[in-house]
């Protein structure tokens, strides 16, 4: 069974750090591409960043230079630096394998200015 746990949320001021965590289990995270969505209040979810199992990473524009992806066994991080109030938003990551689509319950991120 796949799971996906988020966790490392919460509020921070702008110019701040957070680092979200997303605990798998259920896969082979190493053969996965991963993924880390974000959805602000009233916005439609967005990519993030992501990680292929090749390691190769990949961001949005919004992001580049302050966010990194990474994977440790079985969990996925996202550091976030120099937070933005537009950084506001519950992330949540996602796998997709083909036996399904799935979904972790998000983290909320707060950042005040």
């Known amino acids: 069974q796949v799971q996906l746990v988020e966790s490392g949320g919460g509020l921070v001021q702008a110019g701040g750090s957070l680092r979200l965590s997303c605990a798998t289990s259920g896969i082979m995270l190493s053969r996965s591409t991963i993924t880390w969505y974000r959805q602000a209040p009233g916005k439609q979810r967005e990519l993030v960043a992501q990680?292929?199992?090749?390691?190769i990473s990949n961001y949005a524009d919004s992001v580049k230079g302050r966010f990194t992806i990474s994977r440790v066994a079985s969990t996925v991080y996202l550091q976030m630096n120099s937070l933005k109030s537009e950084d506001t938003g519950t992330y949540y990551c996602?796998?997709?394998?083909?036996?399904?689509?799935?979904w972790g319950q998000g983290t909320q991120v707060v950042v005040s200015s």
């Open positions: 990680l292929t199992p090749g390691s």
């Open positions: 996602n796998i997709r394998l083909i036996g399904g689509n799935y």
